[in-house]
């Protein structure tokens, strides 16, 4: 039961880091193939079963890897390397996708003239909106309006918690928090806390209340980790063991805490536990992030294209043209950024 730690399985030559923010991005589209044809999150058949659907899953794992990876990253690095590596590794892509779907996409598909569509104000707010405050529920003009969702860029409300997540860890890294991991052992709880006490409370109370609690403790869990390397272990039995908590844990206030940090250490220790990272898995380009954005226009444009088809039958070949997208957004924008960012943290 008592396996490696985790500082010990960060010194391997091999990690699934990457292999699994690309299954979890792939775990979204699938999700969406449902709320995109019928407008209803709740017909995704994880919702009724686990409370959330497989693409909130997907999601929390994001959250998980990121507290991980990002804290891991300030620790390294220090802050300046910090913002500029987290700038250039959600700007670029976000930047180039918002204008794909806005001037590509939605002009293709609207049913407005392309002057008309060019020219009309709800474009820009569609721009702007999405840029500088991630708003998903912003809509195209005459784009998507005959959809059970209208809405083009349908995931981008989760760069919000992310970025405020990284302000997050560059406060604590700024005010000591990374020398002093009680404290932020202090704050974790006191997140946990409030989990509990929405749980307890108004367990049925607006999602959003439950989003703002659920995201930023995961990603805290995930940073946790890393700053406690030396004590956490990774176990393959003990996650076992660990999900049929889950179960019996299922009808209390504490399923859903206890499920935010069984993701969090559940994840790493696919990530990282040594009996799973003997062989080597990084795939050759990062489509993670490309799959994310891309996925929910892709599959908009799909329905629109095709409403009667159906969502089972329109998942296979939206997700391949999203794969193909995601492809071509790592090797365009992605990847040059990257090089960017190696330059001037070389340079400063």
């Known amino acids: 039961m008592?396996?490696?730690?985790?500082?010990?399985?960060?010194?391997?030559?091999?990690?699934?880091?990457?292999?699994?923010?690309?299954?979890?991005?792939?775990?979204?589209?699938?999700?969406?193939?449902?709320?995109?044809?019928?407008?209803?999150?709740?017909?995704?058949?994880?919702?009724q079963s686990t409370g959330f659907t497989l693409g909130e899953h997907a999601v929390n794992g994001f959250f998980a890897i990121s507290g991980f990876l990002v804290t891991m990253s300030y620790d390294r690095r220090g802050w300046r390397d910090y913002l500029v590596a987290r700038t250039l590794r959600i700007a670029?892509?976000?930047?180039?996708?918002?204008?794909?779907?806005?001037?590509?996409?939605g002009a293709a598909l609207t049913r407005l003239d392309l002057g008309a569509y060019l020219a009309d104000p709800?474009?820009?707010?569609?721009?702007?909106?999405?840029?500088?405050?991630?708003?998903?529920?912003?809509?195209?003009?005459?784009?998507?309006?005959?959809n059970p969702l209208p809405f083009p860029m349908g995931t981008v409300w989760t760069l919000k918690y992310e970025t405020l997540c990284y302000l997050g860890v560059l406060v604590g890294g700024l005010i000591g928090l990374m020398a002093r991991p009680r404290l932020a052992l202090a704050a974790g709880g006191l997140l946990l806390v409030a989990a509990v006490a929405r749980e307890v409370v108004a367990?049925?109370?607006?999602?959003?209340?439950?989003?703002?609690?659920?995201?930023?403790?995961?990603?805290?869990?995930?940073?946790?980790?890393?700053?406690?390397?030396?004590?956490?272990?990774?176990?393959?039995?003990?996650?076992?063991?660990?999900?049929?908590?889950?179960?019996?844990?299922?009808?209390?206030?504490?399923?859903?805490?206890?499920?935010?940090?069984?993701?969090a250490w559940g994840v790493l220790v696919l990530a990282l536990d040594p009996l799973l990272t003997r062989w080597r898995s990084e795939p050759s380009a990062d489509l993670s992030y490309g799959v994310y954005l891309?996925?929910?226009?892709?599959?908009?444009?799909?329905?629109?294209?095709?409403?009667?088809?159906?969502a089972l039958m329109l998942f296979w070949p939206a997700l391949i043209v999203t794969v193909a997208v995601a492809w071509l957004s790592w090797h365009l924008v992605e990847k040059p950024a990257l090089g960017l960012k190696r330059r001037l943290i070389a340079a400063a």
């Open 122 to 146: 709800q474009l820009r707010r569609f721009i702007t909106g999405t840029l500088t405050t991630f708003k998903s529920a912003s809509a195209l003009p005459g784009v998507f309006d005959r």
């Open 203 to 263: 367990p049925e109370g607006p999602k959003g209340v439950e989003t703002a609690l659920r995201l930023p403790l995961i990603f805290l869990a995930g940073g946790l980790i890393y700053l406690f390397r030396e004590r956490v272990r990774l176990s393959l039995p003990g996650l076992a063991l660990v999900l049929l908590a889950l179960v019996l844990l299922s009808p209390t206030p504490l399923y859903k805490p206890a499920l935010y940090l069984a993701t």
């Open 2 to 47: 008592r396996g490696a730690s985790v500082a010990q399985a960060l010194t391997g030559p091999h990690n699934h880091f990457g292999l699994l923010r690309l299954v979890l991005a792939l775990a979204v589209v699938v999700s969406h193939a449902f709320s995109v044809a019928t407008g209803r999150v709740e017909d995704e058949p994880w919702a």
């Open 294 to 310: 891309y996925g929910w226009p892709i599959q908009q444009a799909s329905y629109a294209l095709f409403p009667a088809a159906g």
């Open 92 to 105: 670029p892509g976000l930047i180039a996708a918002t204008l794909v779907v806005a001037l590509g996409l």
